[in-house]
């Protein structure tokens, strides 16, 4: 798929429509697969099947709305509703672990002989080649867009990849040992792991709506680029960075000798600024002009009283 379309084409609206497409047709695969073998751990496969299409779907209305601009009500753009397709993406995927439990511990206390298990785990395997590319290529355009939606789309297919490759290799060994209750164990093994990935994107998803600073790798950008401008009569302090969605800010002092003119100051502040944005794409920079013997502290980390 990316060897047809430069990377840069495969927009996250793009790739959560393929996402869509591609759960749809798993379903129908996953579901047949378990309608042919009554195997409850291809049953929990076809669940989760279920969570990522309506997954990508709400992740598909969320970086539709992430993509507006900046508005009066909304002065620093609505990058954050991205963050809301990851926490409902987790809570999704917690909710089909459990049900997947609840599912496989009534199997486990009365085990059923499965019937067709080749047909089913060929299904199983076709549908996790297809989320397995997919998730592939979300992945690389993830990094290059910066989107968390499509990062939590990519994580959830590669979650349901090893669902299935659990789901396989529990029902192979069924049917080498004959001991009926591997299939249920298969499927809540399958449970807990899909459980660990959607409280780890609940957690991705309250960290940057609490305004979580920027990556240390970029942080060192910002940093060496000021060391840049740092000179006898120059230097930087009180540097706060966040990040909100696909974009990322810094708020810093410069201080600056008190006779410069106004001029001098703002053409190195606009320099500095272009400099900012060139060696971390999508940096907003705030910038004060300080004297040097002048010191704020209205921005300083203070104890709650």
Known sequence: MNALLPLQLLTPKRLLWASISVACITIVLKTLAWY??????LLSDAMESFVNLA??????????IAQRPADHEHPYGHYKAEYFSSGFEGILIVGVAMGIIWAAISRLLAPQPLQELGWGLALSVLSSALNGLLAWVMFRSAR?????ALEADARHLVTDVWTSAGVVVGLAAMALTGWLWLDAVAAIGVALNILWEGAHLMWRSSQGLM??????????EIQKTMATFEQQAIRFDHVITRQSGQRRFVDLHMHMPANWTLGQAAEIRTRLELALMKAVPGLRATIQLLPSDVEAHFNDLQSPP
């Open 55 to 64: 997954s990508a779907v709400f992740a598909l209305m969320m970086v539709t």
């Open 144 to 148: 290059l867009h910066r989107s968390i």
């Open 211 to 220: 305004d979580e600073a920027v990556e240390p790798e970029v942080l060192r």
């Open 36 to 41: 042919v073998t009554g195997s409850v751990g």
